[in-house]
């Protein structure tokens, strides 16, 4: 269950924006909501939950690194299952 106004991902506009018709952006999906639907129960597999503290560019930041250094990790561990097979199959 997610809210987009208990993410880190979600930046809330200043009480003196000029647009007041919505809260804030989602910096993933770069979703405007109105005040409203802010905390309305959502299925984002996006959620990462708000650290006191970090402001909603720092989330961001931290999730992309983190994300990439998954894919990372997944095709280095294909390439070395690769080259093993490469292997095996010129030893035959």
Known sequence: ?????RCGLWN???DEHHE???AGVCVW???RLDPESVYE???CPQFFERVP???ALEHFSYKVQRDNLGDTYATAQFSKRLSIL???ISLI
């Open 1 to 5: 269950m997610a809210r987009c106004g």
């Open 12 to 14: 809330q506009y200043p």
């Open 20 to 22: 007041k018709k919505y």
């Open 29 to 31: 999906f770069q979703i």
């Open 41 to 43: 129960h959502r299925d």
């Open 53 to 55: 503290g970090v402001s």
């Open 86 to 88: 490469g292997a095996v």
